[in-house]
């Protein structure tokens, strides 16, 4: 099955679930190559857009995504990846999930997670993500 990159200008968005529970862990964007590393090598790599470059999750921090299933939305312009988290947070603030903000009717943004992990921890004092 080919999968339509062209609409997003190469990108598909990569909606990352556990595989386990059904959580939401994160959404990120691969490109034709990003999906071939991800499927070559079991571990779950993205394009980012703000560095123009791939980068497989948790190189730098360790929180590896275990690719466990791969499933492709009705218009094959979208990814559900399904994978195991290597570690405790996905999230590069420390939380297990990237979603750990409610936003309110009222407008009001809600923290409604607790944080696994500190940004030190997962990237060392001093260095950023």
Same mark, same amino acid.
């Given at each position: %099955? ?11 968005? !990569?909606i ?9 862990? %994160?959404?990120?964007? %691969?490109? /034709?190559?990003?999906?071939? +590393?991800? *499927? ?9 857009? @703000? ?9 730098? @921090?360790? *929180?590896?995504?275990?690719? /466990?299933?791969? +499933?492709?939305?009705?218009? /094959? ?24 903000? *409610?936003?309110?009717?009222?407008g009001?943004?809600?923290?409604? !997670? ?16």
């Amino acid at each position: %099955m080919e999968l339509d990159f062209e609409k997003e200008n190469g990108l598909i968005p !990569a909606i990352v679930q556990d595989h386990t529970n059904g959580e939401v862990l %994160m959404l990120g964007f %691969m490109n /034709r190559e990003a999906l071939a +590393r991800t *499927q070559e090598t079991g571990f779950v790599t993205f394009f980012s857009r @703000s560095r123009q470059k791939l980068w497989t999750k948790g190189e730098t @921090s360790g *929180q590896k995504l275990l690719l /466990r299933e791969l +499933r492709v939305d009705c218009d /094959r312009d979208a990814l559900l990846v399904r994978a195991e988290l290597e570690g405790g947070a996905v999230c590069h603030e420390g939380y297990r999930s990237c979603f750990f903000r *409610q936003l309110g009717r009222d407008g009001e943004v809600r923290v409604v !997670a607790e944080r696994v992990v500190t940004p030190e921890e997962l990237y060392g004092k001093g260095r950023k993500p």
